[in-house]
C-alpha cells in the first residue's frame, strides 16, 4: 500500500482521500424520525425537548402563521441552511474538483424548496468576520475524520428551528457530521445559539440515494391571500393572548408544563417528575399511527381517521 501511495505520489496518478467518501448524487429524505413534526408540521406550543430560554418562548407565543398568508416577505422565504437538512426537499450534492489535482475542494448542495444552494468549502479558508454578511444559507466549512465530514457553519441569517414559530437567531452556529452507509445518508445536526438555546439542540436525519431524481425548478411567487388590516399589521400574538397554547395538552392528554419545552425536557429522568395531565385521554384520535407504515394517517383530521378505521 505505502509503494502505491508513493508511485501515484511520483507520478501524479490521484487517489481518493482514505477513509472518506462520496456523497455526489441526488438524495430523498427519509421520514422515519419526527414524522409528524416534519409533514404536517408541529402542533401550534409544542416546545418539548427542545433546549429553549424565555426569550424563545415568548417568541414562539406571539408567533401566528397567518403572517405567511399576509406579509409578503415571509411568503418565500426559504429555509436557512440548519433548518435545510430537516425540511422537506430534496437535495442534490456535487463534488467541486480542483482541475489540476482533481481533489476535492468543495461540496456543493442544492435544495428543491426555494432552489437553495449551499456551498461546503474543503480547503481549510478561515470563515468571514463577525460583521461579513449573513445569509440564508450561511458560510459552512468541512473536514475530514476518518469516514465522517464534519461541517461547521457560521453568518446564518435568523430563520427558525421549528415550523411552528420556535426562533432560531442569527448568532447562532451549525454543526452537522455526514456518514454514508452504501444507499444512506446518515446527518447528525447540532445547533449552538446563545441568543435562544440554554445548551446545543441535537437532531438526526436520513437520506436515500435517488438516482432517477431530476431536480427542477421551484418559483415562488408574492401574493396577498388574506385581506390587510391595515399596511402595517404583521399577525401576532401579544403575551398571554395566544388561545391555541393549550390544544395540544388537550389533544395529547398531556401536563400543559411540560409543553413548555426547556433542557429538562430532553432527558429520560424528566419522566420522573410529569404531573398528571389536567385532561386524560384514554383514546387516541390524533395522528396515532403516524410514521407506522400508514403515513396517510398525518395528513387527515381526527374526523376522517376515525371513518377510515384509525
Given at each position: 500500500?505505502?509503494?502505491?501511495?508513493?508511485?501515484?505520489?511520483?507520478f501524479g496518478f490521484?487517489?481518493?482521500?482514505?477513509?472518506?467518501?462520496?456523497?455526489?448524487?441526488?438524495?430523498?429524505?427519509?421520514?422515519h424520525?419526527?414524522l409528524?413534526?416534519?409533514?404536517?408540521?408541529p402542533?401550534?406550543?409544542?416546545?418539548m425537548?427542545?433546549?429553549?430560554n424565555?426569550?424563545?418562548?415568548?417568541?414562539?407565543?406571539s408567533?401566528?402563521?397567518?403572517?405567511?398568508?399576509?406579509?409578503p416577505?415571509?411568503?418565500?422565504?426559504?429555509?436557512g441552511?440548519?433548518?435545510?437538512?430537516?425540511?422537506?426537499?430534496?437535495m442534490?450534492?456535487?463534488?467541486?474538483?480542483?482541475?489540476?489535482?482533481?481533489?476535492?475542494?468543495?461540496?456543493h448542495?442544492?435544495?428543491?424548496?426555494?432552489e437553495?444552494?449551499?456551498t461546503i468549502?474543503?480547503?481549510?479558508?478561515p470563515?468571514?468576520?463577525?460583521?461579513?454578511q449573513h445569509?440564508?444559507?450561511?458560510?459552512?466549512?468541512?473536514?475530514?475524520q476518518?469516514?465522517?465530514?464534519?461541517?461547521?457553519?457560521?453568518?446564518?441569517k435568523?430563520?427558525?428551528?421549528?415550523r411552528?414559530?420556535l426562533?432560531?437567531s442569527?448568532?447562532?452556529?451549525?454543526?452537522?457530521?455526514?456518514?454514508r452507509?452504501?444507499?444512506?445518508?446518515?446527518?447528525?445536526?447540532?445547533?449552538?445559539d446563545?441568543?435562544?438555546?440554554t445548551?446545543?439542540?441535537v437532531?438526526?436525519?436520513t437520506?436515500?440515494l435517488d438516482?432517477?431524481?431530476?431536480m427542477?425548478?421551484?418559483i415562488c411567487?408574492?401574493?396577498q391571500?388574506?385581506?390587510?388590516v391595515?399596511?402595517?399589521?404583521v399577525?401576532n400574538?401579544?403575551?398571554g393572548?395566544?388561545?391555541?397554547?393549550?390544544?395540544?395538552?388537550?389533544?395529547?392528554?398531556?401536563?400543559?408544563?411540560?409543553?413548555r419545552?426547556?433542557?429538562?425536557?430532553?432527558?429520560?429522568e424528566?419522566?420522573?417528575?410529569?404531573?398528571?395531565?389536567?385532561?386524560?385521554?384514554?383514546v387516541?384520535d390524533?395522528?396515532c399511527?403516524?410514521?407506522?407504515?400508514?403515513?396517510?394517517a398525518?395528513?387527515?383530521?381526527?374526523t376522517?381517521?376515525r371513518?377510515?378505521?384509525?
Amino acid at each position: 500500500m505505502k509503494k502505491a501511495i508513493l508511485v501515484a505520489a511520483l507520478f501524479g496518478f490521484g487517489l481518493p482521500g482514505l477513509a472518506q467518501s462520496d456523497f455526489a448524487g441526488a438524495w430523498a429524505p427519509l421520514f422515519h424520525e419526527d414524522l409528524p413534526e416534519r409533514i404536517p408540521g408541529p402542533e401550534l406550543g409544542d416546545y418539548m425537548g427542545f433546549p429553549i430560554n424565555a426569550a424563545a418562548r415568548l417568541r414562539a407565543d406571539s408567533y401566528d402563521a397567518d403572517r405567511i398568508s399576509i406579509v409578503p416577505e415571509y411568503q418565500c422565504r426559504p429555509h436557512g441552511g440548519d433548518y435545510s437538512m430537516r425540511g422537506l426537499s430534496n437535495m442534490r450534492v456535487d463534488a467541486v474538483l480542483d482541475p489540476v489535482t482533481q481533489q476535492v475542494v468543495a461540496w456543493h448542495t442544492r435544495m428543491g424548496f426555494q432552489e437553495m444552494e449551499r456551498t461546503i468549502w474543503m480547503d481549510d479558508r478561515p470563515h468571514p468576520g463577525e460583521l461579513a454578511q449573513h445569509t440564508w444559507q450561511g458560510f459552512s466549512t468541512g473536514t475530514w475524520q476518518d469516514n465522517m465530514l464534519n461541517i461547521y457553519t457560521t453568518h446564518l441569517k435568523e430563520n427558525y428551528m421549528r415550523r411552528n414559530g420556535l426562533p432560531r437567531s442569527d448568532k447562532a452556529t451549525f454543526t452537522e457530521h455526514w456518514v454514508r452507509h452504501g444507499n444512506y445518508l446518515n446527518v447528525i445536526t447540532v445547533i449552538t445559539d446563545p441568543a435562544f438555546l440554554t445548551e446545543p439542540l441535537v437532531r438526526s436525519q436520513t437520506w436515500v440515494l435517488d438516482p432517477g431524481q431530476r431536480m427542477g425548478r421551484d418559483i415562488c411567487e408574492y401574493g396577498q391571500e388574506v385581506p390587510k388590516v391595515r399596511a402595517d399589521y404583521v399577525p401576532n400574538h401579544l403575551p398571554g393572548t395566544n388561545a391555541f397554547l393549550h390544544e395540544i395538552s388537550d389533544w395529547y392528554g398531556l401536563p400543559y408544563e411540560i409543553t413548555r419545552g426547556g433542557a429538562e425536557t430532553l432527558y429520560p429522568e424528566y419522566q420522573k417528575k410529569i404531573p398528571q395531565p389536567e385532561h386524560p385521554k384514554q383514546v387516541c384520535d390524533r395522528y396515532c399511527d403516524c410514521g407506522m407504515g400508514a403515513n396517510i394517517a398525518c395528513l387527515l383530521g381526527p374526523t376522517q381517521r376515525r371513518e377510515q378505521g384509525r
